[in-house]
């Protein structure tokens, strides 16, 4: 069952993303002694998997989690392109794949796969190495008035790194919908993210009052090791 699972939800993914991103995350259980060599092995396949220049592939620690959450690393594929991603994800196969799934099944305790898309970003194309994302269960009749307000949020507040709002459409188990996902430079900016003016605090309450709709599920934050 354990091969089974990894073999279905290592086909790949990143909670990165751009303008119009399709993702597709696996997220990865492991003990810490074998992280250097699963490390390793990502690597070592990934560097040498032929992809098309608009997808990408990260992969990253999740050091900063609530205690529900398993996963320790995260491997993520995205592209402007559902095609595109589709495309690669179905490339994940033959001799070099099968060596890799074997291998890894010596180190994953567990694993999971989900997918989605962003609905609304700034439009940053910086590619900074820490990312957060904050998850929420959210009503269809409510997903709307939701991303308006954080359009205008984006646009009366200006973010340092990428910011994007998605929908989460498959993979998921606790009703998790919606997604708000941002980087940041280091570990200075994650820690000091938030209002720095009245005019900030002013449209980060007009943006919660539309939010306290949602119910909020969970937040991690990932950090960059490698991307390919």
Do not use: C
Request: glycine share 6%.
């Amino acid at each position: 069952m354990k091969k089974s699972i990894l073999l279905l939800s290592l086909l790949v993914s990143s909670f990165v993303f751009s303008q119009n991103v399709f993702w597709y995350d696996v997220l990865l259980e492991l003990d810490s002694k074998n992280a250097s060599t699963v490390a390793g092995l990502v690597d070592g396949f990934y560097s040498n998997h032929t992809k098309s220049s608009n997808v990408n592939v990260e992969f990253s620690s999740i050091p900063l989690k609530g205690a529900s959450e398993k996963a320790t690393h995260i491997i993520s594929i995205t592209s402007e392109s559902s095609e595109s991603l589709a495309d690669f994800r179905n490339s994940l196969k033959g001799d070099d794949w099968d060596l890799y799934i074997s291998k890894m099944n010596n180190y994953i305790k567990s694993s999971r796969a989900s997918a989605g898309k962003d609905l609304i970003t700034n439009g940053s194309e910086t590619q900074y190495p820490i990312g957060q994302a904050w998850i929420f269960e959210v009503k269809n009749t409510q997903l709307s008035s939701i991303v308006q307000a954080f359009g205008k949020l984006i646009k009366s507040y200006k973010f340092d790194g990428f910011v994007a709002m998605g929908q989460i459409v498959h993979g998921t188990e606790n009703g998790e919908s919606l997604y708000i996902y941002g980087t940041y430079s280091d570990l200075n900016a994650a820690f000091n993210f938030g209002p720095q003016s009245e005019n900030d605090t002013a449209a980060f309450a007009e943006f919660s009052k539309v939010l306290d709709n949602a119910k909020y599920l969970k937040s991690f934050t990932r950090v960059l090791i490698k991307r390919y």
